[in-house]
């Protein structure tokens, strides 16, 4: 099993966003194209719709369905994640759903084709060392006793604040 997994790692792709049935996404893929003199030309495709199935999770073989609708008429592409081809998938806007798998949307027309929005924010931030307390917790009896006084205190100061307004 080991060696079967050092054998798939280097294909795997390191950034994989992620990805969920509902979701808006752009997939740019690379291909090649041959001119009429015999050059080969590489160009970026870019297929923008709905993913309505995720399949495999994150594994060597897993793949989503995209589906958009051009001119009245639906179009389904299914992309391996870890396809060499795929430059990158960005997700434009995240929809909620009840289900795994959007199947429905292949029959449904007008108000039963939309989705509803959700709120997202996909941000990608470095881990930054948290900041250290200046006061440290001691366990001593009269630090407690401090600390409890302090706290009754600004609890009091709060209600004569509101208790005046």
Known sequence: MKQIKELIQPFLKKKIPDVRPGDSIKVYQKFKEIAKK??????????????????????????????????????ERIFPLHLPSIEKIEVLRRSKTRRAKLYFLRTAKGKRARLKKKEFVEAIAEEKPKEQKEETIESTPE???????????????????????
């Not at 706290?151 to 004569?160: A, D, G, I, L």
């Open 38 to 75: 015999g050059e080969v030309k590489e160009k970026t495709q870019i297929f923008e719709g709905i993913v309505i199935a995720k399949k495999h999770g994150n594994e060597i073989g897993a793949t989503i369905t995209v589906r958009k609708v051009i001119g009245g008429i639906g179009v």
């Open 143 to 165: 630090k407690k006793e401090e600390k409890a006084k302090q706290v009754s205190q600004e609890k009091q100061n709060e209600t004569q604040e509101k208790a005046t307004s």
